[in-house]
């Protein structure tokens, strides 16, 4: 079978993470993704290290782990379209295409020609997605965003790190740019609806894909416990609020995570550490009596768990079927028998020469395969583009290329 996105096009007009993620999920489905490079700088995180090494010189090349971890299998159009020239290719490129994708701050590409009216009065059927901080409307629209800003202003650091009154407490962003990832999740959503919408209709449309939008939606059952009850959830660390014993243990070798979710668990849990009896203590019996008296809890089962080698405890765990799991970090993360298993690496020739290993799409279709190819380099596919897509001559592609067009 054809990866499920064969033959439909994409103009890819971001940089960064949030839009430059939507389109890879796309690209790995099989669209093609023409993605737009400014001449000689490329998207910002060509600047944002650690770099892929230059086999030619032994130099850190401007493939970066950033850029490669969001621009896998796209092709890379270098053009300047603050040029007249450059926005002409742009919009002609634009045309031939199902699907725009574009995070350029609200309103600054209708002057080039390439806002969403402009193209769709042009190809009415054409797919437009925005992907911005706060989207297309409001007070706030025209402001710039980052990820550090939306992880602040639309809730999730308030609820993440440690309570004020702990060492260490305070609001904590994560450390993966969550409201990025989540925005482009989102907008990818939103293109397969509205190419399915287009399916039916013929009709295309415009996607506003705001960052703060997203990041209040992703605040899920939190944001509306605060809804129900107009208190806003407080942060607790590594502990779950709503399920107990859920949280973090000390072992003798190390860290690991025990979350027994209801009165089975708990008392198969209880039964390992060697305190069949603790689920009769009334403090204990049930899931509401556990959260109450949390810390008596929390240190009795430390207690028990301290002096136990990690690896044992978990296995004695797995076999008593109580959820339980090590805090791995990436090395372990990737050694890990269940990742090697579902072959959560890649490996792919890169135009540069050498293999690259990155993380392979988590999306595993039975009848429709996703493709995985390198990221491109800087203008990589720009002529080949201009040739084949635009149907230019090599003397026009010449010019443009004198011209510092392309």
Same mark, same amino acid.
Request: aromatic content about 2%; overall charge negative; proline content about 5%.
């Given at each position: 079978?054809?990866?499920?996105?064969?033959?439909?096009?994409?103009?890819? @007009?971001?940089?960064?993470?949030?839009?430059?993620?939507?389109?890879?999920?796309?690209?790995?489905?099989?669209?093609?993704?023409?993605?737009?490079?400014?001449?000689?700088?490329?998207?910002?995180?060509?600047?944002? +290290?650690?770099f892929l090494q230059d086999p030619a010189t032994g130099q850190p090349s401007n493939d970066s782990a950033l850029y490669l971890a969001y621009n896998r299998g796209k092709q890379?159009?270098?053009?300047?379209?603050?040029?007249?020239?450059? /926005?002409?290719?742009?919009? %002609?490129? /634009?045309?031939?295409? %199902?699907?725009?994708?574009?995070?350029?701050?609200?309103?600054? @590409?209708?002057?080039y020609g390439l806002d969403a009216d402009s193209l769709r009065r042009l190809k009415p059927e054409l797919i437009y997605c925005s992907v911005t901080g706060f989207g297309q409307t409001g007070p706030s629209a025209p402001k710039p965003a980052y990820d550090f800003i939306l992880q602040g202003m639309a809730g999730p650091m308030s609820t993440c790190g440690l309570p004020d009154d702990q060492p260490g407490g305070g609001p904590m962003r994560t450390a993966i740019p969550?409201?990025?990832?989540? $925005? +482009? @999740?989102?907008?990818?959503?939103? &293109?397969?609806?509205?190419?399915?919408?287009?399916?039916?209709?013929?009709?295309?449309?415009?996607?506003?894909?705001?960052?703060? %939008?997203?990041?209040?939606?992703?605040?899920?059952?939190?944001?509306?416990?605060?809804?129900?009850?107009?208190?806003?959830?407080?942060?607790?660390?590594?502990?779950?609020p709503i399920a107990s014993p859920s949280e973090v243990f000390e072992c003798a070798e190390g860290r690991l995570i025990i979350a027994a979710g209801n009165n089975t668990q708990f008392g198969q @849990?209880?039964?390992?550490?060697?305190?069949?009896?603790?689920?009769?203590?009334?403090?204990?019996? $049930?899931?509401?009596?556990? &959260?109450?008296?949390?810390?008596?809890?929390?240190?009795?089962?430390?207690?028990l768990v301290r002096t136990q080698p990690r690896a044992q405890l978990l296995e004695k765990l797995s076999n008593a079927n109580v959820p339980a799991g090590p805090i791995n970090d990436m090395a372990q993360v990737f050694a890990d028998p269940q990742t090697q298993h579902r072959q959560m690496v890649v490996e792919l020739p890169h135009s540069s020469g050498q293999t690259v290993r990155l993380v392979r799409s988590p999306l595993n279709f039975s009848a429709s395969p996703v $493709?995985?190819?390198?990221?491109?380099?800087?203008?990589?596919?720009?002529?080949? /583009?201009?040739?084949?897509?635009?149907?230019?001559? %090599?003397?026009?592609? /010449?010019g443009l290329v004198a011209r510092g067009v392309v």
């Open positions: 079978m054809n990866p499920i996105l064969e033959g439909i096009k994409v103009l890819d @007009l971001t940089r960064v993470i949030a839009g430059p993620m939507c389109t890879q999920i796309l690209a790995d489905m099989g669209a093609t993704v023409y993605k737009i490079e400014k001449p000689g700088e490329g998207d910002d995180t060509r600047r944002m +290290g650690p890379s159009i270098t053009v300047d379209i603050a040029s007249e020239e450059g /926005a002409q290719i742009v919009r %002609d490129l /634009a045309l031939r295409c %199902d699907v725009v994708v574009e995070n350029y701050k609200v309103g600054s @590409l209708a002057k969550m409201t990025d990832m989540v $925005t +482009g @999740l989102y907008a990818t959503i939103g &293109i397969l609806g509205a190419l399915m919408h287009r399916q039916k209709t013929g009709e295309g449309q415009a996607i506003d894909a705001a960052m703060l %939008d997203a990041t209040v939606a992703f605040n899920g059952h939190l944001a509306v416990g605060y809804l129900m009850s107009g208190k806003a959830p407080q942060r607790v660390g590594n502990t779950n @849990l209880c039964t390992v550490l060697g305190a069949p009896d603790m689920p009769a203590d009334p403090r204990f019996a $049930t899931n509401m009596q556990r &959260i109450a008296h949390r810390s008596e809890l929390q240190g009795a089962l430390q207690a $493709t995985h190819q390198a990221p491109p380099q800087l203008g990589e596919h720009s002529l080949q /583009a201009l040739r084949e897509e635009l149907g230019l001559s %090599d003397a026009q592609v /010449a």
